[in-house]
């Protein structure tokens, strides 16, 4: 039997590599695409991966990367939307570019890796569409305005795409991760705080210096396993929280209403 193809946004790092890894493990073909493969030491060793250049922000490098991939293995059976981007701030205080950047990469990168590999998918009348949202994409924090915004857009869109790729044979799942430690806060965070605006400064100040001693899983690979359950496991189940405090939080959220939501969040900032 013709092995499984999967592609893979954002493959440099975190749930992105991890999931790479684990997939090749479990005999399928897998193209690994980020935006700079040149750096990429280890995946491109190993049998069955194709490295190729993908920038969710640059059509054409998706429309090359998707053509690469079904010229490589001859189909693509998944897509995991998996590369994100993050910013912590006031609304008020963040640049133009980084709001723009945050629904580029997030949420106009998604839509458009996923019409792309849709052609291929509908000639094969079958795939599986796994979106990596977040628990914030459920439950929101504060200073975190745009992030839980793209990622509410990743969770409404994957509910409404279901309903028109089903009769076509091909599923769509949302893996929702919760914290856990990937470089995510190193390389994929824009941090633009209270800027000077005074009025939001204290508020700002205290959840800053309480941000950085959030409790975040070393259990990182729990993500990929998410994922891969995911794209094999022929369910219709839409949602995949993973980690015990999207577990608990999102079970809290389906129990609560907005103002006792809205209590608890703020009890533990
Ligand atoms: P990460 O290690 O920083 O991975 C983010 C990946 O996205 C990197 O590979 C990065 O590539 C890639 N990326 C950023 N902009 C891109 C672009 N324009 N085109 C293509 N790739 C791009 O962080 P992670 O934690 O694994 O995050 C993966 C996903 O999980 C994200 O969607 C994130 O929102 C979500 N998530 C993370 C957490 C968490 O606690 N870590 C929780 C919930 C959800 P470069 O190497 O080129 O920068």
């Known amino acids: 039997m013709m092995a499984s193809t999967v592609l893979i946004t954002g493959a440099s790092s975190g749930f992105g590599k991890d999931a790479v890894r684990l997939f090749q493990k479990n005999g399928w073909n897998v193209i690994a695409s980020m935006r700079s493969p040149e750096k990429e030491a280890e995946l491109g060793k190993l049998d069955n991966v194709a490295l190729v250049?993908?920038?969710?922000?640059?059509?054409?490098?998706?429309?090359?990367?998707v053509a690469e991939g079904i010229a490589r293995f001859g189909s693509i059976d998944a897509l995991v939307n998996n590369a994100g981007f993050g910013s912590l701030g006031v609304l008020e205080a963040a640049p133009t570019d980084v709001?723009?950047?945050?629904?580029?990469?997030?949420?106009?990168?998604?839509?458009?890796?996923?019409?792309?590999?849709?052609?291929?998918?509908?000639r094969q009348k079958s795939g599986v569409i796994v979106n990596v949202a977040s628990m914030g994409g459920r439950i929101a924090f504060p200073f975190s305005t745009l992030?839980?915004?793209?990622?509410?857009?990743?969770?409404?869109?994957?509910?409404?795409?279901?309903?028109?790729?089903?009769?076509?044979?091909?599923?769509?799942?949302?893996?929702?991760?919760?914290?856990?430690?990937?470089?995510?806060?190193?390389?994929?965070?824009?941090?633009?705080?209270?800027?000077?605006?005074?009025?939001?400064?204290?508020?700002?100040?205290?959840?800053?210096?309480?941000?950085?001693?959030?409790?975040?899983?070393?259990?990182?690979?729990e993500v990929a396993e998410a994922i891969f359950e995911a794209a094999s496991d022929g369910s219709e189940q839409l949602?995949?929280?993973?980690?015990?405090?999207?577990?608990q939080l999102l079970q809290a959220r389906k129990e609560m209403d907005d103002l006792a939501i809205k209590n608890l969040i703020a009890s533990h900032i």
């Open 147 to 221: 992030y839980h915004a793209t990622k509410y857009a990743v969770e409404g869109l994957s509910e409404s795409l279901q309903f028109e790729l089903e009769p076509l044979g091909i599923k769509v799942k949302i893996v929702e991760p919760g914290g856990y430690k990937t470089d995510f806060a190193g390389r994929s965070l824009a941090t633009f705080g209270a800027g000077d605006l005074l009025d939001y400064k204290p508020a700002y100040d205290v959840f800053a210096s309480k941000v950085d001693t959030w409790p975040m899983s070393e259990r990182v690979w």
């Open 239 to 247: 949602r995949y929280p993973v980690g015990a405090d999207a577990v």
């Open 99 to 122: 709001v723009r950047q945050q629904f580029d990469v997030n949420v106009f990168g998604v839509i458009e890796v996923i019409k792309a590999v849709l052609p291929q998918m509908r």
């Open 53 to 65: 250049r993908l920038d969710v922000t640059d059509s054409a490098s998706i429309q090359n990367a």
